[in-house]
């Protein structure tokens, strides 16, 4: 146990037996209303639990730590809620991390250029994404099998290998620049690593598995029948495409463009092993504050800013999630 | 399309496979280069699989993710189960959007903040309680399980909801109590979604390096953490060996994970 300076008594441990104490109430209430099952209460609060004190109270934690200031000493921020020894109680908030997002340009600039980065690689992984399902929705049996594989395959490797893997590619005597070369379409090496292309480059290439699967999932479900219909009133296989099929595969590319677009934005590692000192991005932000700066009280505020960011596309997948699977329930 | 060979869409396909795929091979061919240099090709070799096999501290790292991820999978299998139940049997209660938002969320949010939520979480703790003591393996463990979770309950729920309940209702009419009727029925028809959870999260586990970054201590690097420290300064041979034996070893898998599913459904 780390002796407890007597200025350092934490009203926050009250806060945490009263935490404790609403949850039992809570579970009680519960477990009145699942009929008195108490087998159900237990399947119910198991994974509630887990997820309310490992997911949720850690959330409420940065934001706690992002009012914070940052001293010297463990841990390096100060508490917020300090009770003196005359009885005095002290609350210290402090906005500054907050204010330098918003002031200081290389904070706007990297959240600018986060959007940009995963914006574009979703679309990206749009349109290189949506043949691929489209012919995995189309294949037969055999074929479908084959053609998914191929696309689980890279999925299930590891992502830091495959970013690495870029590497290899995008530099100046990698494979893309060889290539490129042999084929007469340039006359000296490109430099591709080490730019914001190669950032592009890298979070499509990871996240294509993630566009396509739930794209194809839609796409396999569609009725041809439509197809066969606008083809017999006349409809060119282009406009039969664009005007029955993609409409309809909406909730596909909703589900698969969130996918994407949501973890991209807090992308660190493919910005920090392609990207060149003007790939900016939130992910880097908040890791360089954390592990370099050890300015916490910032990186938290960076991290808090971020899911004010993320959170209005979180609720919209959480939405299409949940209605989709009550649409399959009632099937 | 009547007939006719969809030239472009092949074409289109064509060209994404080979986007998802040249990276992959390249690698491979690179770990069987004689030469250090990626330009030259120095012959074949697999010196740098015996480097990789003689790196001590590869192999410890390799040897905690895989007990990491071992221990994530089990209990993220366990609580996403349990999640999943609650999701697709339960029918509305009090606590139901929150746990169905709390089982999404972890799925799209970026891993800095699963990271660095963990990570405040554990020094607070600390502060209060004096657990952890430091962050190692423990701590590690926790904030995966927290990610994996949201991915086992998906795959669960959905396997669930597709599941026929007339069994279900049946076992209970002929007066089975609901948790034998869970280990009795239930359990033996959803196993296979059971098994691929337990394998995704395995896999997020072993290659999650944001998230062990924050929660890991001095001496718990993990084996993204080694191989981010190395390849942060360009190509490394051995490391090139070690991603050829992952591929290959996922390859072996999936495909085997493949043909057993085109099997069952004959």
Known sequence: MTPQHPQQQSPWLALWFAFFNDLFRYLGALGRELGGSRGRLLVLAVPLAWLALFFALPLAIVLKISLASPVAGVPPYTDLVALGPDGRVTIELSLAGYLRLLTDPLYVASYLNSIQFAAVSTVACLLLGYPIAYGIARAGPLARLVLLTLVILPFWTSSLLRTYALIGILRTNGTLNQILLGLGLIDAPVQLLNTNLAVYIGITYNYLPFMILPLAANLMRLDYTLLEAAADLGARPLKAFLTVTVPLSLPGIVAGSLLVFIPALGEYVIPELLGGPDALAIGKRIWDDFFMARDYPLAAAVAVAMLLLIVVPMLVFEYVQERDARREARR | MNGRRPFVLYTLMAFGYAFLYLPIVTVIAYSFNESRMVTVWGGFSTKWYAALF?????????????????????????????????????????????????????????????????????????????????????????????????????????????????????????????????????????????????????????????????????????????????????????????????????????????????????
């Open chain 2, 54 to 266: 003689a790196n001590a501290q590869i192999l410890d790292a390799a040897k905690l993710s895989l007990l990491i991820a071992v221990l994530s999978s089990t209990l993220a299998v366990v609580i996403g189960t349990l999640a999943g139940l609650a999701l697709a049997r339960f029918g509305s209660y009090r606590g139901r959007g929150a746990l169905s938002l709390m089982t999404s969320a972890p799925l799209v949010m970026p891993d800095v903040m699963l990271g660095i939520s963990a990570l405040f979480l554990f020094i607070t703790l600390q502060q209060l309680t004096g657990w952890p003591g430091g962050r190692g393996v423990d701590t590690i463990t926790i904030a995966h399980v927290t990610l994996c979770v949201c991915y086992v309950t998906i795959i669960v729920r959905s396997r669930l909801v597709q599941m026929d309940l007339s069994l279900e209702e049946a076992a209970m009419d002929l007066g089975a109590r609901p948790w034998k009727v869970f280990f009795v029925i239930t359990l033996p028809l959803i196993w296979p979604a059971l098994v691929a959870g337990w394998l995704l999260a395995f896999t997020l586990s072993l290659d999650d390096v944001v998230i062990a970054s924050f929660t890991s201590g001095p001496g718990a690097s993990t084996l993204p953490i080694v191989v981010l420290s190395k390849v942060r300064f360009g190509v490394t041979p051995e490391i090139n060996a070690l991603a050829t034996l992952l591929i290959v070893a996922v390859a072996i898998g999936v495909t085997l994970a493949g043909w057993l599913m085109h099997r069952r459904q004959r």
